[in-house]
T-cell receptor
Framework: DAGVTQSPTHLIKTRGQHVTLRCSPI?????VSWYQQVLGQGPQFIFQ???????GRGNFPDRFSARQFPNYSSELNVNALLLGDSALYLC???????????????FGPGTRLLVL | KNQVEQSPQSLIILEGKNCTLQ??????????LRWYKQDTGRGPVSLTI???SENTKSNGRYTATLDADTKQSSLHITASQLSDSASYIC?????????????WGLGTSLAVNP
């Protein structure tokens, strides 16, 4: 079975542009979470979606938005890119709402975004 | 404020040696604590998950402990191998009504040298 997949693997954008990152969870998983990981730091939580509803939001500006589709795949959108948005963007899937007892998140390989 | 602090920030050990990584947290209401291993350029991989009532949990050469009273956890790596070189991240889950919040530590970067 395929694990969590993300696309694209790498992306280069310029300041002010918009970007869309995509994530396909493990088959049967209904929860998708997005994280931003700046080099040398741990992942920072951005969003969690479960059954197509937003169930958690981290401390990120409104330039960041996401949605989950009926097939449970998800998109993360970032508008008006800043240099500081350069990071590894990780997607994680879980069968139920992530963070619950014994609920494991499975991470994808990430999308590395560079903003010039 | 919900926080997870890890120490040391980085660690270098020789192959075959043991090491212990620390995690202190101030998260409420506590649900569970997880340790992840993250290889460079890859997504984190879950090592252990412990709930309030669990004091210790093992996964091969990795053993995690939890003291819910002092809000401390440790990850002990036995007989280290070169492949253990990675970042180890402590994550604490808090209940927030119908939602849950995962608070991530900054990680400990471990280098195992031959």
């Amino acid at each position: 079975d395929a694990g969590v997949t993300q696309s694209p693997t790498h992306l280069i954008k310029t300041r002010g542009q918009h970007v869309t990152l995509r994530c396909s969870p493990i088959s049967g998983h209904k929860s998708v979470s997005w994280y931003q990981q700046v080099l040398g730091q741990g992942p920072q939580f951005i969003f969690q979606y479960y059954e197509k509803e937003e169930r958690g939001r981290g401390n990120f500006p409104d330039r960041f938005s996401a949605r989950q589709f009926p097939n449970y795949s998800s998109e993360l959108n970032v508008n008006a890119l800043l240099l500081g948005d350069s990071a590894l963007y990780l997607c994680a899937s879980s069968n139920r709402l992530a963070g619950g007892k014994l609920e494991t998140q499975y991470f994808g390989p990430g999308t590395r975004l560079l903003v010039l | 404020k919900n926080q997870v602090e890890q120490s040391p920030q980085s660690l270098i050990i020789l192959e075959g040696k043991n090491c212990t990584l620390q995690c202190n947290y101030t998260v409420s209401p506590f649900s569970n604590l997880r340790w992840y291993k993250q290889d460079t350029g890859r997504g984190p991989v879950s090592l252990t998950i412990m709930t309030f009532s669990e004091n210790t949990k093992s996964n091969g050469r990795y053993t995690a402990t939890l003291d819910a009273d002092t809000k401390q956890s440790s990850l002990h790596i036995t007989a280290s191998q070169l492949s253990d070189s990675a970042s180890y991240i402590c994550v604490v889950s808090a209940n927030a009504g119908n939602n849950r919040k995962l608070i991530w530590g900054l990680g400990t970067s471990l280098a195992v040298n031959p």
